[in-house]
């Protein structure tokens, strides 16, 4: 059967979008495995589905280029408002979207055109504890924590979005990631493994990062990795609470505001190109 689907990407975190609010997919996890593939198929860091929501304007359903479902994608979800706008599910500039980490509020910037140029999305409390990471490390806040990580020392944060994720400030373009990420993601420190990000300050409310990301490896972006990073940002004292930061990501910029009860994240959302694929 032919299907219709939308190459979209957050400053460089790509991935393959189906329109499901007619017509659902079967077992999008392994579709997923299948058209990530970048040199035998489509190519992305995984499947996202725009699915309609009894309690929000659509649903969000994210899949990881190893077939692992996600519970939220902050690159991914401002695609989704794009798309539901500009395929018309969605009237007006602001939208609502369910995930499996709530209902997220979206704000539309529309181009001259008339379709969605960029996002702003409340992406809600950043949770602490290390209970709810999830990790074994205990307490209300993990920051600064010394843990020893593929056979080298290092001080983490731990923020989740949504998704878990340790922050570690460290020069990101001395690591080789391919061996360091891999050794953070599965971790026993993180039953239910982890994104990494790497960080350098550049200046205060300023940020460089890199992401290795569970199931999907390095990635160019990562939205709640960019929220993730501000905030632990902050707790370190290398950004201001209620202040614009900018994360610099190899994709491109995010704008991170952390109020201390809820985290913004402002970028684009652009489609490359559409198509239809045999599924």
């Not at 239910?192 to 300023?206: A, D, G, Q, S």
Request: aromatic share 8%; with cysteine; hydrophobic share 40%.
């Amino acid at each position: 059967m032919l299907r219709k689907f939308y190459k979209m990407h957050g400053i460089g975190n790509d991935y393959i979008y189906f329109d499901c609010m007619k017509e659902d997919i079967s077992d999008p996890g392994e579709l997923s495995k299948k058209l990530s593939d970048r040199h035998f198929s489509i190519g992305g860091d995984g499947v996202i589905l725009l699915r309609p929501s009894t309690v929000a304007d659509c649903k969000m359903s994210m899949f990881n280029a190893d077939g692992s479902e996600g519970k939220m994608c902050g690159n991914g979800i401002r695609c989704v408002g794009k798309l539901a706008h500009d395929l018309g599910y969605v009237k007006g500039e602001s939208c609502t979207v369910e995930t499996l980490s709530g209902i997220k509020t979206l704000q539309l910037t529309l181009g001259a055109d008339g379709k969605v140029s960029s996002v702003t999305v409340d992406m809600g409390a950043a949770m602490l504890r290390g209970e709810d990471i999830p990790s074994v490390i205990g307490g209300e806040k993990v920051v600064g924590y010394p843990a020893e990580i593929g056979g080298r020392k290092w001080d983490i944060t731990l923020v989740s979005m949504g998704n878990p994720h340790c922050v570690v400030f460290a020069a990101p373009e001395e690591l080789d990631l391919e061996k360091i990420g891999p050794a953070f993601e599965n971790s026993p420190l993180f039953p239910e493994r982890i994104n990494t990000e790497f960080v350098r300050v550049l200046r205060k409310n300023e940020l460089k990062m890199r992401v290795w990301e569970r199931g999907s490896g390095e990635t160019w972006a990562c939205g709640t990795g960019a929220c993730a990073v501000a905030v632990a940002a902050v707790l370190n004292g290398c950004a201001d609470m209620n202040t614009p930061i900018t994360v610099h990501l190899r994709g491109g910029d995010l704008v991170i505001t952390y109020t201390g009860e809820t985290v913004y994240m402002t970028g684009g959302a652009t489609l490359v190109f559409w198509g239809e694929i045999e599924i």
